[in-house]
């Protein structure tokens, strides 16, 4: 709905638009969508990206990535997973890694993370995965176990969580993000100036120390980086 209205806007500049990445997979999941996801938008600038964590519950015996694919090839009925969502990055991702790693993993569907992290803990589910942000505290606390993160490296809030990359698929990397957009037909003038302001405030020490504590890192760039992304 905030799409749709963003690509109607007036382009006045006042006007601007917060996008996830769920804005590029939205588009290649929906038949049909009352904008374009890239012609329908100024395309301002990407501000930070993030891996997604993949967790499960203290008293599971899965402890990485590998054990996931091991222990699904040891049962009969497929490991269950959840995510906050039909159509999410999410969902997507682990239906591929499931075909990537050649092994059954039925993806369970929630309206929301908390639904999916209640459902963990009550041990209902085997593990699942959400951005840093929703998960972090508690793998900390001990509440949760990080067993794996979607980027091709280690993630630097969890140095001792392996990457899938690392559990026998290189190249791997599955990273979410966000950005900046305005309406269509934004006066260059104006998305050059946004675009610049974009990249001066994520370098910003006391604003870079925030998005390390939300778990994301500053990405910034031009607006054809930001594009290219989506």
Avoid at 70 to 95: F, H, I, N, W, Y
Avoid at 115 to 127: H, I, P, S, V
Avoid at 165 to 179: D, K, L
């Amino acid at each position: 709905l905030a799409a749709a209205q963003m690509a109607r806007a007036n382009p006045d500049g006042y006007l601007l638009g917060w996008i996830p990445s769920g804005h590029a997979v939205t588009a290649a999941t929906y038949k049909t969508l009352p904008y374009h996801p890239i012609d329908d938008f100024t395309i301002i600038a990407q501000a930070i990206e993030f891996p997604f964590v993949i967790v499960t519950h203290p008293e599971h015996p899965i402890r990485n990535m590998r054990d996931v694919i091991k222990v699904a090839k040891e049962r009969s009925d497929p490991l269950l997973c959840g995510v906050p969502g039909a159509g999410t990055p999410q969902q997507l991702l682990m239906e591929y890694f499931s075909r990537l790693a050649g092994i059954k993993i039925q993806v369970v569907t929630f309206r929301g993370g908390n639904q999916a992290l209640t459902d963990l803990l009550g041990k209902r589910l085997d593990f699942l995965l959400d951005p840093p942000i929703a998960l972090i505290g508690q793998v900390k606390s001990g509440a949760l176990r990080a067993i794996g993160v979607t980027g091709e490296k280690r993630y630097a809030p969890l140095p001792d969580v392996g990457s899938i990359a690392e559990a026998g698929f290189p190249g791997f990397n599955v990273t979410s993000w966000m950005g900046l957009v305005g309406p269509p037909k934004l006066p260059a003038e104006i998305a050059a100036r946004l675009n610049a302001e974009v990249n001066v405030l994520i370098a910003e020490p006391a604003v870079v120390e925030r998005i390390h504590a939300m778990g994301s890192e500053p990405k910034g760039g031009a607006p054809d980086d930001f594009k290219a992304r989506i």
